[in-house]
């Protein structure tokens, strides 16, 4: 996916590989080996039929002059790392008294 350099605080407009335009909200960022991570939840229609509560990981990456942001897949070494990071992360954030 890449920046649509639609950026508004904290929300991006992204372009899958087939040129659907997708709206995503950032919820946390994190650094490691240096490459920046950003856990992004689409924001989706009422109608939409997706699971409630899931994030993808992306990262931002050199494209050329551009910075874009590239998925991140299992096969990524820092995968594991990064996505445990923000596991953690959101695990501390729930609050469980209300």
């Known amino acids: ?23 995503f909200e950032v919820l946390a960022d994190y650094e490691l080996n240096g490459t920046r991570y950003f ?11 997706e699971a409630e509560g899931e994030f993808v990981i992306l990262k931002l990456v050199q494209d050329g002059d551009e910075l874009v942001f ?3 897949f299992e096969e990524d ?5 990064v996505a445990e ?14």
């Open 77 to 81: 070494p820092d995968f594991v790392p």
């Open 1 to 23: 996916m890449s920046e649509n350099m639609n950026n508004e605080a904290d929300f991006f407009t992204l372009t899958d590989e087939e040129g659907n335009e997708i709206e």
């Open 85 to 98: 990071y923000f596991e953690n992360y959101f695990s501390s954030e729930i609050d469980y008294d209300n």
């Open 39 to 49: 856990a992004m939840m689409p924001i989706e229609d009422e109608e939409a039929d």
């Open 70 to 72: 590239d998925s991140v």
